[in-house]
């Protein structure tokens, strides 16, 4: 009986070999496409949260938040009251003041670099359904998106570390009197402190996110951009016996 299971086992094993059965191999050129529109589709997520997180940043009024009384510097010298209360209003006029337009911008890179990820899809799409012409069309659209995406977020990536020494710096005064202003002071000035505290931090992470993804975005699409090159010339995808996500 044992001997006959095994004969059972062995000719369902050549049937199945015989139908062609075999595991499906990874299509390299799909597979790199692939995860190339994942990460840019990820950078973009960011970038919008980080624009979107400038948006919801509620700094205290100047005249409350930049004071010596409320940032603790009542026995600082003079010429020390002068530089970090000037820190602190470098806060605001560098900062604070320019927050909806720093959202805009992040929003708007954001969408600049979704238009490569579009025509990426289109191209994928198009290898999905064997249509060799329309997946080389759109595959040539997204490298000329990928470069145009690759200029937007340039300007950008050089303008927001100035705006964050202006961010560190008013950070700096607020952070330097922590347990001094916590201890010494109760009601109004606290409250003053705090909501400049949580306004800077915010300002900060959203500065920190937004900045690494326009980094990651400017190198990612460069590369990507010779990624679509290289598979519409020489790498090309396999657009006869591609089945599903690679």
């Given amino acids: 009986p044992m001997a006959r299971a095994d004969s059972v086992w062995n000719d369902e094993d050549d049937e199945s070999s015989s139908d062609g059965n075999q595991p499906l191999d990874v299509d390299k050129p799909l597979c790199v496409a692939e995860s ?10 960011l970038l919008v949260w980080a624009g979107v ?22 026995n600082r010298t003079a010429e ?5 209360l000037g820190r602190c209003h470098l806060l ?10 720093l ?5 708007g890179c954001a969408i600049a670099c979704s238009a490569s990820v579009c025509a990426l899809a ?28 690759a ?41 003053n402190w705090t909501s400049g505290y949580c306004a800077a931090s ?13 980094l990651g975005l400017f190198w990612v699409l460069l590369l990507d951009a010779v990624r679509n090159l290289v598979t519409i010339s020489v790498w090309k995808p396999d657009y006869e016996h591609v089945e599903g996500v690679q």
């Avoid at 959202?103 to 929003?107: D, F, L, Q, R, S």
């Avoid at 560190?168 to 009197?177: F, L, N, P, W």
């Avoid at 915010?202 to 326009?214: M, N, P, R």
């Fill in 36 to 45: 190339f529109a994942l990460t840019v589709t990820v950078l973009v997520l």
């Fill in 53 to 74: 997180g400038f948006w919801n940043v509620h700094a205290p009024g100047e005249s409350e938040l930049c004071t010596a009384e409320t940032l603790g510097l009542q």
């Fill in 151 to 191: 200029l937007v977020v340039w300007v950008p990536s050089l303008l927001f570390p100035e705006i964050a020494v202006y961010a560190s710096g008013g950070m700096e005064v607020v952070h330097a009197y922590y347990w001094s202003i916590v201890a010494g002071h109760l009601g109004a000035e606290v409250a």
């Fill in 92 to 101: 605001y006029t560098g900062v604070f003041d320019v927050l909806g337009i």
């Fill in 103 to 107: 959202g805009k911008v992040y929003i």
């Fill in 122 to 149: 289109k191209g994928v799409s198009g290898v999905y359904r064997g249509e060799a012409g329309s997946a080389t069309r759109w595959f040539c659209c997204a490298a000329m998106a990928d470069v145009v995406g």
């Fill in 202 to 214: 915010k300002v900060e992470l959203s500065l920190a996110v937004g900045s690494f993804c326009l």
């Fill in 80 to 84: 020390d009251k002068s530089k970090l």
